[in-house]
Structures are given as structure tokens and as C-alpha cells.
């Protein structure tokens, strides 16, 4: 059964979900949501992603948020080749700080560069 994937490709963390599903040929279905048009606040959304964030994934009853574990989900759930999720505790452990550190370091100034460039498209 394909995955549900809620997401806006303005956002980086969705677009890394989106290419690692697609990359895997993970079964998967895109579920557009709007953060311009202020989607996330939609009814429907508010059941999946308590947050109200994207990414988020829905899989039968099960959803999940952040994109670190959406993609630790998708990797561990579909066996993607061994080098996505090395099942050596120590690489993993390798691949789990590096998920863990980009979060507060290249991630957080990307969004801020992204908001300087859409502020400056706005009047
Ligand atoms: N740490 C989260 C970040 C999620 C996040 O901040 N998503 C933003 C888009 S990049 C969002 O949905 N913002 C909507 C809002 O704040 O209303 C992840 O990696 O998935």
C-alpha cells in the first residue's frame, strides 16, 4: 500500500522526503498542502500533523511529522539498499547525528535565507 505524503516543495524537508521516496521507487502518494494558501490549517490536515507541519506521512492509520524520522520511517519500513541506513549500529549512529545536528545548523539558516528571498519578492 502506498505511503501518504503531505507536503508544500517550497519547503526543504519535503523535498528531501519526496526525492528519498523517489530515488527508493517507495510507493507513495503526494498530498499537496499549501503553506502559502495556509493549508496546514485545514480540518483534515489538523488529524495528521498535530504540528500542523510539513512533511508529514500517513501510512493506513499511522502518521508521522519531522522529517528526520519520515525518512528513518520510510528507510527501515521499505529495506532501502544498505547504504541509505547501514544496519552496523555504529554507522547508523553516524547517519542519526548527522540527521540530528542538521536540524539546528544547515537547516535553520537555509529557512532563513529562504524567508530574506520570498521577503523580498513581497511589496
Ligand atoms: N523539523 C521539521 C520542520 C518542519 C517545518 O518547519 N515545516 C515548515 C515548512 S519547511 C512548515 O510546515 N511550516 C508551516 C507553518 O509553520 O505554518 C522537519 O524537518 O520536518
Same mark, same amino acid.
Given at each position: ?5 503531505? !507536503?508544500?516543495?517550497?519547503? *526543504?524537508?519535503? /523535498? =528531501? ?13 503526494? $498530498? ?5 494558501? #495556509? @493549508?496546514?490549517? #485545514?480540518? +483534515?490536515? #489538523?488529524?495528521?500533523?498535530?504540528? /500542523?507541519?510539513?512533511?508529514? !506521512? /500517513?501510512? #493506513?492509520?499511522?502518521? !508521522?511529522? @519531522? =522529517?528526520?524520522?519520515? %525518512? ?6 521499505? *529495506? ?8 552496523? %549500529?555504529?554507522? $547508523?549512529? $553516524?547517519?542519526?547525528?548527522?540527521? =540530528?545536528?542538521? +536540524?539546528?545548523?544547515? $537547516?535553520? +539558516? ?14
Amino acid at each position: 500500500m502506498a505511503v501518504e505524503l503531505y !507536503l508544500d516543495l517550497l519547503s *526543504q524537508p519535503c /523535498r =528531501s522526503v519526496l526525492i528519498f521516496a523517489k530515488k527508493n521507487n517507495i510507493p507513495h502518494e503526494v $498530498r499537496n498542502i499549501s503553506l502559502m494558501d #495556509g @493549508e496546514q490549517y #485545514g480540518d +483534515h490536515f #489538523g488529524k495528521i500533523s498535530l504540528i /500542523r507541519k510539513v512533511p508529514a !506521512l /500517513r501510512d #493506513g492509520d499511522f502518521s !508521522l511529522t @519531522e =522529517s528526520p524520522a519520515i %525518512l528513518l520511517y520510510l528507510a527501515q519500513k521499505f *529495506q532501502t539498499p544498505e547504504h541509505w541506513y547501514p544496519a552496523d %549500529l555504529q554507522q $547508523r549512529a $553516524r547517519i542519526n547525528e548527522y540527521l =540530528s545536528w542538521q +536540524h539546528c545548523a544547515i $537547516r535553520l +539558516h537555509g529557512s532563513k535565507v529562504f524567508w530574506l528571498k520570498v521577503g523580498s519578492l513581497t511589496p
